[in-house]
């Protein structure tokens, strides 16, 4: 039961480049989520999806953008990084349906060094 | 959107004291979760609540929802140092579930052995 994987695991980049942060899960679950996690502001939604080819954005989604050509795969690409964006990032996901059925589960997360 | 306060945002304990953590909404909830998260690692689902004074329990957790579904605790009774970590409440937001959660900030659990 692979879950929900995330890499890279660790990336230090330079201000001004492109980083894509990769999510992959085996479950075929509909929802798929990308949260930022900064000291003293929590878990804050920066994009979510409900399905292949639909995506949406969440509370903080400036200088970020995703896709979801797949079910399985949602990543995040930061088109220029700046300093700002030095954080934890995590994907979840979750089944569609019954209630009940909202529970997130998370990928190990990804933490993003912006210089 | 929705907005959970959660307090208080660190807390110190000597092993085997216990512990709580509070969530507060201004507007009413549909349900809350809780979530752990040990040092260095992600949000873990521990338990969702439903409906209104629910309270359950895992094994020294303690889990409420208050009567007008705008409150929730967490109380660990007799703290481990495996019970270290950050607690974290969590709501639906608008749209159902669709667009995921709101988090707390998340009290996090310091103890001194």
């Known amino acids: 039961d692979a879950g929900i994987t995330q890499s890279p695991r660790y990336k230090i980049t330079e201000t001004g480049r492109q980083v894509t942060l990769m999510c992959h899960q085996t479950?075929?679950?509909?929802?798929m989520f990308w949260y930022r996690q900064d000291l003293g502001h929590g878990l804050r939604l920066i994009y979510y999806s409900a399905a292949a080819d639909i995506t949406d954005k969440g509370e903080v989604p400036d200088g970020y953008v995703v896709s979801r050509s797949k079910t399985e795969n949602f990543p995040l690409t930061l088109e220029s990084a700046t300093r700002s964006q030095t954080s934890v990032y995590f994907c979840a996901s979750k089944r569609a349906g019954i209630s009940g059925a909202n529970v997130l589960t998370f990928g190990a997360g990804s933490r993003l060094t912006v210089l | 959107g929705q907005q959970v306060m959660q307090i208080p945002q660190y807390q110190h304990v000597q092993e085997g004291e216990d512990f709580t953590t509070y969530c507060n909404s201004s507007t009413t909830l549909s349900n809350i979760q809780w979530y752990k998260q040990r040092p260095g690692g992600h949000p873990v689902f521990l338990i969702q609540?439903?409906?209104?004074?629910e309270v359950k329990k895992q094994k020294r957790l303690t889990f409420q929802f208050g009567e007008a579904k705008k409150n929730s605790s967490l109380h660990i009774t007799a703290t481990q140092t495996t019970d270290v970590g950050t607690y974290f409440c969590?709501?639906?937001?608008?749209?159902?579930?669709?667009?995921?959660?709101?988090f707390g900030k998340g009290t996090h659990l310091i103890i001194q052995p």
């Open positions: 969590a709501a639906l937001n608008s749209g159902g579930g669709a667009d995921g959660l709101t």
């Open positions: 609540l439903v409906k209104s004074g």
């Open positions: 479950w075929s679950h509909s929802y």
